[in-house]
């Protein structure tokens, strides 16, 4: 063979190496978008916040009667989670009234925090309208977060009765 055909050859192989390297550079950065849009369904329990199916401790200006459920997101200011879950909270609470959605800060509520045993944010609580807790738990994406509300509603009719005293 000649020299141009050899020559031919190795800008092909290197060619073929940089788009081989570039694919593989993609395709690293697709595996990190599919992570962080494939999480763990529901809330995950993190040994910290109030007993289920016991009393809810009460928060000044609250009354857990008003609606069906109502949701005690606890957030924190320096909580980039957080910041990014409020805002679909804030949509859930929108399109469907019975839930309630309250926004507790560990900045202006140290005492809520306390009273709720919750040492890490974005922490979600869920509170029938007998003031009950159904359904808590560390909720990391906005998924985890309607599902833990799915199960809570499921359980809990329209009017705020327990499904089980329906049936009974």
């Keep these: 063979m000649t020299g141009g055909v050899w020559i031919v050859s190795y800008v092909l192989l290197w060619a073929t190496v940089i788009v081989l390297g570039l694919t593989v ?3 690293l950065r697709q595996i990190g978008v599919l992570h962080t849009r494939i999480a763990p ?16 401790p009460t928060l000044a200006g609250l009354d857990y009667t008003d609606n069906a459920v109502t949701l005690l997101a606890f957030t924190s200011p320096t909580c980039e989670l957080c910041a990014a879950l409020v805002p679909g ?10 839930i309630s959605l309250q926004i507790v800060s560990s900045e202006l509520a140290e005492k809520s925090f306390k009273a709720f045993q919750v040492r890490s944010t974005p922490y979600l609580v869920a509170v029938d309208g007998e003031g009950i807790v159904q359904s808590r738990g560390v909720a990391n994406t906005l998924d985890q977060a309607e599902e833990m509300l799915a199960e809570v509603l499921a359980g ?3 009017d705020g009765v327990e499904a089980a005293e329906v049936q009974a």
């Design 25 to 27: 550079v993609v395709l």
């Design 41 to 56: 369904m529901g809330v995950h329990f993190a040994g910290e916040g109030p007993d289920l199916d016991a009393p809810a």
């Design 89 to 98: 909270l804030q949509r859930i609470e929108s399109d469907y009234r019975e």
């Design 156 to 158: 809990v009719g329209a």
